[in-house]
């Protein structure tokens, strides 16, 4: 998880549109490059990136945890938001289905839950291994960056055993796996991929909804 970065300034996001708001800065890396890969390929798709650096987007990063106390923190601008919350596992999983439900009761406010655990089971095996010698498969529930920083440790052939390593060097190096995979395998990312990996245009409904509410005011 994420360690939370400082909220951005309300001068900032009094110039725009559309808050999305995400639970880490790696979430906002998957969006800004998976979004330009989608636009390039429809243009009726927003170019999140692009919106962002037109001031028309502010990402929030909420740091992963005590979502409830977010849920009316920018209420009071009058902006419309979108919230993209990681599936995780029960039992949070239907807490965070709960919280969604109340932030879609707000006016101009949208709340989805991924439906694989989270953005990094979006990625494909094959663009992990266009960047690095990894024979990886997972499932939509499996901790990918758990698993790829096993094997980039493993790879590197040191003595002691992934198990043995404590859970605070486990915890670096699956945030600097996680990091990898939002950023570097993330632009890798084709169509072809993304179609494989989100048959239901999942990704695509999220860009489609970020974009409407960017045009509602």
Not at 6 to 33: C, Q, S, W, Y
Not at 58 to 85: H, M
Not at 127 to 141: K, N, Q
Not at 150 to 177: F, I, M, V
């Amino acid at each position: 998880m994420d360690p939370i970065p400082e909220t951005p300034t309300h001068g900032t996001i009094d110039l725009a549109r559309v808050l999305v708001i995400v639970e880490g800065t790696n979430d906002i890396e998957f969006l800004r490059r998976i979004s330009l890969t989608l636009h390039a390929h429809d243009s009726d798709l927003p170019n999140l990136a692009e919106m962002e650096q037109q001031g028309q987007l502010v990402f929030v990063p909420f740091g992963g945890s005590n979502l409830p106390s977010w849920i009316y923190r920018f209420a009071s601008l009058g902006k419309p938001e979108f919230f993209l919350l990681d599936h995780e596992v029960p039992p949070e999983t239907e807490q965070r289905q709960e919280l969604a439900e109340v932030i879609n009761q707000r006016s101009q406010c949208r709340a989805t839950l991924t439906t694989k655990r989270s953005l990094e089971n979006y990625l494909h095996p094959a663009a992990i291994r266009e960047v690095a010698p990894i024979e990886l498969a997972f499932g939509d529930f499996d901790p990918v960056a758990i698993l790829v920083a096993k094997q980039l440790y493993e790879n590197g052939l040191h003595d002691r055993p992934w198990e043995l390593l404590s859970r605070r060097s486990q915890n670096r190096l699956s945030s600097r796996a996680k990091r990898w995979l939002n950023t570097q395998v993330a632009a890798h990312m084709t169509i072809d991929y993304l179609q494989e990996r989100d048959p239901a245009g999942e990704i695509a409904t999220w860009l489609t909804t970020i974009g409407q509410l960017a045009h509602s005011v």
